[in-house]
């Protein structure tokens, strides 16, 4: 079992920066791939970017690659997710995510979910 809870989100000027986090709970973290997703009103939850278990694998949306950077630290037990030159089309509800397993992008295939920390981003 894995708890996890995202903080950081807020409200932000178009190319500005967020640094969301996610601090997990549970002794076998180190073993989870984790992820991040998104979700605006109306809208599917979609994919932004994951991570492998030992972080030597990512991935990234393309709507996010360049400007987004996911890092995890097994001994801190958190995720990262770093966001540079925001744009109003990055508003969402961000969630972390976390699936035993390789690194994927569908939400169905992760588990173990956040609360959702909000993102708004002023043009």
Request: proline share 3%; charged share 15%.
């Amino acid at each position: 079992q894995v708890q996890l809870v995202e903080s950081g989100g807020g409200l932000v000027q178009a190319g500005g920066s967020l640094r969301l986090s996610c601090a997990a709970s549970g002794r076998t973290f180190s073993s989870y791939t984790m992820g991040w997703f998104r979700q605006a009103p109306g809208k599917e939850r979609e994919f932004v970017t994951s991570t492998s278990w030992n972080g030597g694998s990512t991935y990234y949306a393309n709507s996010v690659k360049g400007r987004f950077t996911i890092s995890k630290d097994n001994a801190k037990n958190t995720i990262w997710l770093q966001m540079n030159s925001l744009k109003p089309e990055d508003t969402a509800v961000y969630y972390c995510a976390a699936r035993y397993g390789p690194a994927t992008q569908a939400p169905s295939q992760y588990a173990y979910w956040g609360q959702g920390t909000q993102v708004t981003v002023s043009s």
